[in-house]
């Protein structure tokens, strides 16, 4: 099964997308994985990037192909089932499924895939999709039935990355339950780092609100979302080395509140994290995103160019790399 990881936080324009983005073709490239991208920001910039890679537009995909298309598709299919019918593994659609299976687009980078997300759809973005949702907690189980159904494909995905956007709602919180593990991109700025915190605690407290709805908590959660994600590590982006010692002082003082409030964190080898000596845990990873903006140099392009243009930018080797020996690691250790 392929391991599911999201990029989250409540503040806007951290790197998120260029991120989910970077992180999976380097994996692609440079580390033979194969990669499937998911866009779930309502502002479509993780599709357009991968849509730059095949050079068309997004409002050139078909409706029918487009993540919006099948996530209202996969809940209104699954919200005709009872929780017995869900429970009794008789609530298949091999319809929906095929689908599904002709929305994954490929990038011209090999084994790197894409469902795109449409922005030009009246009534259809994803925001309004989330509203139907909320209306109905049952309507979840179709959002775990995608990535179920993803699984199950013979085209077999190493990892599925996912961008959310910062605003939440309850098609993001399902994706919370359904992923294995998440990332929280930030700026070492007070207004960015501010809301790591808050932001894991809000992923906590979905997990304890779905637990005890009477409509699908319970045994039925456990058995379509499994167990809760885990937090891999905070990834500071745009590091500026002209203000590290403040950015230091910023991140010490995130760690010492992420300590303070228990959160848990993925058992990560102590080499990929940074050496916070008074602290008992580190949240947050070595690797730093240097703010490398250059758009004049051919030979040094820098990290937002080459995103635009769906290329990778060596600046996200070493973080991909450490967070593969983690990811590896654990797995090991679990078996």
Known sequence: MGKKIFFGNHKGGVGKTTSVFQIGINMVKNHNKKVLLLDLDSQGSLSKICAKSLDISLENISLEYSLNYLIELYILAYRRYSKLDILKNKSEDKEVSNILKKSILKTKTKNLCFIPTKIDIVNGRLNDIAEQISRFSMSMVG????????DKMEEHFDYILIDCPPGINTL??????KSDYYIIPTIADDISSSGVTDFVKLVERTILQYTYDSNIGGILLEKIFGKSPTLLGVLETKHNLMSSKNTDNLLIALNQQL????????????EFMVDFQKSPKSYVFKSKIRDLNNMTDKNNYGIPYMTSLAQSHQEYDEITKHLLNI??????EKH
């Open 259 to 270: 300590c303070s409030n228990n959160i848990n964190i993925n058992k990560n080898p102590k």
């Open 327 to 332: 990811l590896e690691k654990t797995q090991n």
């Open 143 to 150: 959002i775990a039935k995608i990535f179920d159904d993803i």
């Open 172 to 177: 993001i919180q399902s994706v919370f339950l």
